[in-house]
């Protein structure tokens, strides 16, 4: 079964740096771009940046350039998103998805981010 | 302000026929295939369809896609109480090197 499971939700204070994960299994990781997509609460999908785990090769939005950076491992089929320093307005839910089935799909489960003081 | 324009929210009751509209340009829309995705209450999105109108196994005929110009359409017929969801289009943008997300539309069923 084609399946990507991220960490689990993590409750951070601003300023403070964190790394969540992606991992792949039940295709060829390296083979398919890995997307990373926000969701602030109670709102829309937001398209953060691809990686293409074969080669790491990376595109952000013009939105998240500098405000996140995406990175593969493609040895333990996992993709990174990770923030150096949080603020509040990083609260959200955020999801990884690949392109095994079609244009994201499937999608990973979600990781809930939460930055309070 | 997502680049795509989608209305925040539509509702019909069970059995009629609904349609989402999505709203882009001609870097986006105008030249690239659309996909719509699903989003259920508490969970992740899921593809509904691809490539303009092409619909994963997963979703039954009642849901269809089409586009005209640098807009497109997602049509739900004999809607169901379990079609109650966030609808949301997205397509490449050639212009921006990216992805692009609409809004979202939250489809309420009378």
């Known amino acids: 079964e084609v399946q990507l499971v991220q960490s689990g939700a993590e409750v951070k204070k601003p300023g403070e740096s964190l790394k969540i994960s992606c991992k792949g299994s039940?295709?060829?990781?390296?083979?398919?771009?890995i997307a990373w997509v926000r969701q602030m609460p109670g709102k829309g999908l937001e398209w953060m940046g691809i990686i293409y785990p074969g080669d790491s090769d990376t595109k952000y939005s013009p939105s998240f350039q500098g405000q996140v950076t995406i990175s593969a491992d493609k040895s333990i089929s996992a993709a990174y998103l990770q923030w150096s320093s949080l603020k509040a307005s990083d609260t959200a839910m955020y999801y990884c998805?690949?392109?095994?089935?079609?244009?994201?799909?499937?999608w990973g489960q979600g990781t809930l981010v939460t930055v309070s003081s | 302000q997502s680049v795509l324009t989608q209305p925040p929210s539509a509702s019909g009751t069970p059995g009629q026929r609904v349609t989402i509209s999505c709203s882009g340009s001609s870097s986006n829309i105008g030249s690239n295939t659309v996909n719509w995705y699903q989003q259920l209450p508490g969970t992740a999105p899921k593809l509904l369809i691809s490539?303009?109108?092409q619909r994963p196994s997963g979703f039954p005929d009642r849901f269809s896609g089409s586009k005209s110009g640098t807009s497109a359409s997602l049509a739900i017929s004999g809607l169901q109480s379990e079609d109650e969801a966030d609808y949301y289009c997205v397509a490449w943008d050639d212009s921006l090197n990216g992805w692009v997300f609409g809004g979202g539309t939250k489809l309420t069923v009378l």
């Open positions: 490539s303009t109108n």
């Open positions: 998805a690949t392109n095994v089935f079609g244009p994201f799909d499937p």
């Open positions: 039940g295709y060829s990781f390296a083979s398919y771009w």
